[in-house]
């Protein structure tokens, strides 16, 4: 990358730090949650997309291995990046259920901050990991937009609950955003 200058030089490490990404979507949910206005037809609404975001993520994360073998199987054989588009539903499903105005542009600021540069990130890396193989891989598979057809190739991982907690911690955070998504019922 070229030196940074200015207000860049500040701006150009957080959006490239993960932590920084991830503390965005645990604030960002019982923010809206602690200042939602909701319905009834919104918090189901919303609930739904949220639940959606979550199984996706479940899902992916029972399935990668971090830097030690490329994911292609599960939803990585439909879409590159499925953490990410968990995460995105969640978000976008929280602000649903809040119905907030500022909910909506605060998450499309937040994700438009992010997530361009940590898919550079993310697909520069695994290239640089898993070569040839990333490379036949990523051709056929878009970033966020499933292909809603299996274009990865033959499989063979199989979801491991196992890798999804201990690894990941997704049961962890699904249980987190149920109690978000409780406070927000309850202010019915």
Not at 11 to 39: D, N, T
Not at 86 to 105: E, K, T, V
């Amino acid at each position: 990358m070229p030196e940074a200058h200015g207000l860049n030089k500040l701006i150009r490490p957080l959006r490239y730090h993960e932590a920084s990404r991830q503390w965005f979507a645990v604030l960002f949910v019982p923010l809206v949650s602690f200042f939602g206005q909701p319905s009834q037809e919104l918090v189901v609404a919303g609930s739904i997309v949220a639940v959606i975001g979550a199984l996706i993520r479940l899902w992916a994360s029972g399935h990668v291995k971090k830097n030690l073998v490329l994911a292609t199987d599960g939803p990585y054989a439909y879409v590159r990046h499925p953490l990410y588009v968990g995460n995105i539903l969640i978000l976008l499903g929280f602000s649903i259920a809040a119905n907030l105005w500022w909910a909506y542009a605060l998450m499309a600021f937040l994700l438009l901050f992010y997530y361009p540069p940590a898919i550079s990130y993310e697909d520069a890396k695994l290239n640089k990991l898993f070569g040839e193989h990333w490379q036949n891989w990523s051709r056929n598979i878009h970033a966020l937009i499933p292909t809603f057809s299996n274009k990865a190739g033959p499989t063979s991982s199989e979801w491991s609950f196992k890798q999804s907690l201990l690894k990941n911690g997704e049961p962890i955070i699904v249980l987190y955003l149920i109690g978000c998504m409780y406070f927000l019922v309850t202010k019915l």
